[in-house]
């Protein structure tokens, strides 16, 4: 079968092409995809090339496919599968492997290794490492870009599982945030700060009673609150504080005297800047917990850390990167059950527009970029639909359908762009 993708050939090398796949293997797995979400984790890969430690050194003559966060069908099942998996299922993937017979070991990753799946393509061969590792996971939700939301979500749980606490005179790590306690999520209105938020407030099994979160930027602060507001957090037992520390003197004083005084048992830094990692561990309460949770580009990136607190006041720090499949299995269940990502995303792409958008990806205001692999469409952001739709029937009637939802993706308007955008 032939497919379309967008491929790395070295830095700053991506070209979109069509070639075919291999036929596939009786321990591998044909299938289509559907949507694939634009991460910085694969702008990294494209600035950086072989330099990144999960591209292959020779990729300028075995070209990648670049995407990881992707969703799709189940077209065809080799034999080893069959009684696992079979074609019409929806799926999702979670792409950290630690498989160490993958071509760079534990480092493997789809989306960044392999030549014959990735996220930005129309078909892709799923390889024997990602399914005797357990990382295709199947989806039984609606639509397709919950799925692709699936792989950012799972970050965000897999922090909040990291999070470990103590008792006095006990040394044993007590994992997982405080029930019932306070949390702060610094520069938390970004993509996966709002993923975050959502979360938080949606879980079931524990949650703070306090969450407080942080940014500098009032139009990005007002998104947030409209989509996921103070009441509907109350609803769901959360009080929920927005703050612009920009405007504030002392942001520390301020963010103490809003836990009453307290400071926070769990604190999350989403941003890579080392005031907010020095303001995350002035805030923290007695046996907090720092998670430094935006991964910095600068490997000798660093910041201050009072380690008077550490010792007396057993202030702790730990940070993660990505979620494992446990993860990535809970973000699926939670998307299954109705969480409704679509507040991640800002703008909507064919697979034309992939390569672009990737390279220029810091550059370009707002959340997600979702890609729908399978159409040619330029990148555009949701807020500009109705503008486009004055000369554009298209963009008018994805307007219409987005505006039920006070400006964010559905569903209804997936479907829609799925039956009537042009094919790549």
Not at 27 to 54: F, W
Not at 68 to 83: D, P, S, T
Not at 137 to 147: K, N, R, V, W
Request: charged fraction near 20%; aromatic fraction near 8%; proline fraction near 6%.
């Amino acid at each position: 079968m032939k497919t379309k993708a967008v491929r790395l050939y070295g830095k700053e090398d991506l070209r979109l092409e069509e070639f075919e796949l291999p036929q596939i293997k009786e321990d591998e797995i044909l299938a289509k995809v559907v949507s694939d979400s634009i991460c910085m984790s694969s702008y990294k890969a494209a600035k950086q090339g072989p330099k990144h430690k999960r591209i292959p050194d020779n990729v300028n003559e075995n070209p990648v496919i670049i995407g990881h966060e992707m969703a799709g069908e189940i077209l065809e099942v080799g034999a080893k599968w069959q009684h696992k998996f079979k074609p019409g299922q929806k799926y999702s993937i979670q792409t950290a492997l630690y498989y160490e017979d993958g071509p760079l070991g534990v480092l493997s990753a789809p989306g960044y290794t392999y030549p014959n799946i990735g996220g930005d393509a129309t078909y892709v061969v799923i390889p024997r490492d990602v399914l005797v590792q357990d990382c295709l996971l199947t989806y039984d939700g609606p639509g397709f870009y919950p799925a692709s939301m699936a792989e950012p979500l799972s970050c965000v749980i897999g922090a909040m599982h990291a999070n470990y606490h103590t008792k006095p005179g006990s040394y044993m790590h007590q994992m997982e945030i405080v029930d019932g306690g306070k949390m702060a999520i610094l520069a938390g209105v970004g993509p996966m700060g709002l993923a975050a938020i959502n979360y938080v407030v949606n879980r079931k099994d524990r949650k703070p009673s306090l969450l407080v979160v942080t940014d500098i930027d009032d139009v990005r602060l007002q998104r947030a609150a409209d989509i996921f507001t103070v009441e509907w957090a109350k609803e769901n037992g959360i009080e929920l504080v927005y703050l612009n520390t920009a405007g504030v003197e002392n942001p520390v004083e301020k963010l103490k005297e809003i836990s009453g005084g307290t400071g926070y048992n769990d604190v999350f830094a989403f941003a890579p800047v080392a005031p907010v990692i020095e303001q995350a561990d002035a805030i923290l309460a007695f046996d907090g917990c720092l998670n430094f949770f935006a991964g910095p580009t600068n490997p000798d990136f660093s910041a201050k850390l009072n380690f008077y607190n550490v010792h007396y006041a057993a202030t702790h720090i730990t940070g993660t990167s990505g979620g494992n499949k446990d993860d990535m299995a809970e973000a699926l269940d939670c998307l299954s059950k109705g969480l409704d990502p679509a507040g991640l995303i800002t703008h909507i792409g064919g697979l034309n527009a992939v390569a672009e958008t990737t390279l220029n990806l810091p550059n370009i205001p707002g959340g997600k970029k979702l890609i729908y692999t399978h159409k040619k469409l330029p990148l555009t952001a949701i807020d500009d639909f109705a503008e486009k739709g004055k000369n554009d029937p298209f963009y008018a009637d994805l307007a219409n359908l987005v505006s039920k939802t006070k400006g964010l993706w559905n569903l209804e308007a997936e479907k829609y762009l799925l039956e009537n955008a042009p094919e790549i």
